[in-house]
């Protein structure tokens, strides 16, 4: 059973509104290169990192205080800061 999307697509086929493209093969590689690397960047990364001692316990209480592993708040913070959704004084 296709949904409706799928349908509609499936309709423009019979229709004959798709047409092959020249470089299928160059733009297949396209693609097939841009989901890998999308699929690597989904990935997750273990990394060592130092800090202040003072500054772990903190975080460590923060992370507590609402039911998380102070490592997926670091991760939060960073990808944050990433997004520019927070600023950092340096």
Sequence with gaps: MLDKYEQQVEDALVRGEYIS???????????????????ELQETKSITLRVNKEDLIKVKVKAKRNGLAYQTLVNLLIRQYVKGETEVVL
């Design 21 to 39: 493209s020249a470089d299928l093969g160059d733009t297949k590689k396209l693609f097939q290169e841009a989901a890998k690397n999308y699929r």
